[in-house]
Every structure is written in C-alpha cells, then in structure tokens.
C-alpha cells in the first residue's frame, strides 16, 4: 500500500514563527504536492515538485516556501505564520508521466493533513 | 472561470439508496482525467474512481460510478447501495497537462454527503 505520511496531525503556532510542515512517501513517486484546504474552496495547489531539489509555484504560493532535498520528502515552510494561514495542509505524491502505466500513472495519494492553528 | 464545478454544497440520502453527486469540468486539453476522491471527517483524501478522457466505458468500482458524458463535459459520481459510512466530503478533481511534461491536478469545492439510517 502507498504511504504518504504528514509528520503532525495538528499544530499550534504563534504569529511570525517559522512553521515546517513535513512529508514522506514511500513509493518512489517523483511528484509531489502541497495543497491546502479551507471550506467553500476546496483543494488549492500551493507547490509542486516533480523531482529531487525542482519545484513550481501552484496557485497560492505567497507566504510558503519548499524544501526537496531527496525523493521521499517534501517538506513546506511558513517563513513568518500569520493568522490567514490557518487552513488544514494536505500533502500528496504521485507518479510522473511515463514512471508507470495503467490508471497508477494518474492517481495522487495524500496524507491524513495537518491541521494548522496559527495564534 | 471554474475548471470543476460542484454545484451540491451538501446532500442528503436515505442509507440503501442510489445517489449521483454531480461534477462539471473545462478542458481544452484532449487529454485528461477526471477523480473522485472521499474524505471523512479524519481528514484523509480517499481515492475512489478515475476516469480517462479517451476510455470509452463509464468507469465502475464496486458501488461507485462514474457517468461520464464527454460532449457535456460532466463526470458524475454514483453511489449505490449508500452506507451511513458513505457521510463524507467528496471531492472531483481533473488531471490535465501542466508544464514540464508535468501534469496538474484542479479540485472541486467539494459535496458533503450525509446518509440518514
């Protein structure tokens, strides 16, 4: 079975800390995610990692940095946390085209989330 | 504009009933794929059913399907049999090109489903 772990089902930090979110997977997948998720908006693409040490900037990246230094491990940085950051974190991992075949190709496995309370 | 739109905020069924939460989508890219995903209140993201924009059979996994209708470009997740285990968010997302030889992955808000017994 694919694992895909978040290292903190919830946290609580203060305002202008420096927040890192951390994730592994185990599944040799050379993609990885950063989403998050607040009501009413669903899923939103923070940044994205197709392989060791690249990475792209998805659809809200203001306030967040990314950190991949090997292939199981996508980590995400609060640089200074604000009270607007609070939101549930959701990492996930898939296969890149041509890595695999058949409907695995496609698929993201997440992790459980964590839950970001910021003070 | 949305890519994937979810109309349904939050639906009710009565448990062993059918229910289709529906699922609107915008491409231009000929070739993507369409996902169902669950997430109970533990937070996790469950994968249901995928569905490639070139397969020609509605994709079926035991009691979920997907109705898929390509000239309509919508892609709808049927429940049989629901189970109060069923009571979940439920997400669809889309997987298009993306830059890179990448692929990017766009989400719905999302349908809360609540099975009364």
Redesign the interface.
Known sequence: DVKVTQSS?YLVKRTGEKVFLECVQDMDHE?M?W?RQDP??????IY?S?DVKMK?KGDIPEGYSVSREKKERFSLILESASTNQTS?Y?C?S?F??GQAGG?AK????????T?LSVL | AQK?TQTQ?GMFVQEKEAVTLDCTYDTSDPSY?L?W?KQPS??????LI?Q?SYDQQNATEGRYSLNFQKARKSANLVISASQLGDSAMY?C?M?ESG?????K?I????TRLKVLA
């Open positions: 089902r993609n995610f989403y009413g908006l669903g899923l939103r693409l994205f197709y792209e549930m959701l996930a898939s890149s085209f409907i496609n698929i993201q496995y997440f992790g459980a989330g839950r | 994937i905020p794929g996902f995903y533990s937070g996790e993201m469950i994968f995928y490639g997400f997302a997987r830059t890179s030889g990448t692929y992955y989400f719905g808000t999302g």
